[in-house]
């Protein structure tokens, strides 16, 4: 129901533009978050927007690098990545937001996509 694509090889300090498609949900009802994995480590927040498009909230660890947009008219998302770092690499994933409110927490997202690969070089 979600499908992330756009991920790829880009060197430091590079950008990407990350896009989840939505099929078959209400997406303008959901808040949307990004999430990523790299391995060994667990799956890791990245950012949330809110319904409309009004609100994001970030990590960290990307604030000021990464933006999320979202057109409820296309049920699309994306997620902009911007000065990229080695340590961005990871698989990155959409999932719908089962709460109102803004939440790292991964338990509180649903309908997740199948992950986009992003792997930035040194």
């Known amino acids: 129901q979600l499908v992330e694509s756009g991920g790829g090889l880009v060197q430091a300090g590079g950008s990407l533009r990350l896009s989840c498609a939505s099929s078959?949900?209400?997406?303008?009802?959901?808040?949307v978050g990004w999430f990523r994995q790299a391995p060994g480590k667990e799956r890791e927040f990245v950012g949330t927007?809110?319904?409309?498009?009004?609100?994001?909230s970030y990590a960290d660890s990307v604030k000021d690098r990464f933006t999320i947009s979202r057109d409820n008219a296309q049920n699309m998302a994306w997620l902009q990545m911007d000065h990229l770092k080695p340590e961005d690499t990871a698989v990155y994933y959409c999932?719908?937001?089962?709460?109102?409110?803004?939440?790292?927490?991964?338990?509180?997202?649903?309908?997740w996509g199948q992950g986009t690969q992003v792997t930035v070089a040194s």
């Open positions: 999932a719908t937001r089962t709460v109102p409110v803004p939440t790292t927490a991964p338990e509180r997202y649903s309908n």
């Open positions: 927007i809110n319904r409309s498009g009004s609100a994001t």
């Open positions: 078959g949900l209400r997406f303008n009802a959901y808040g």
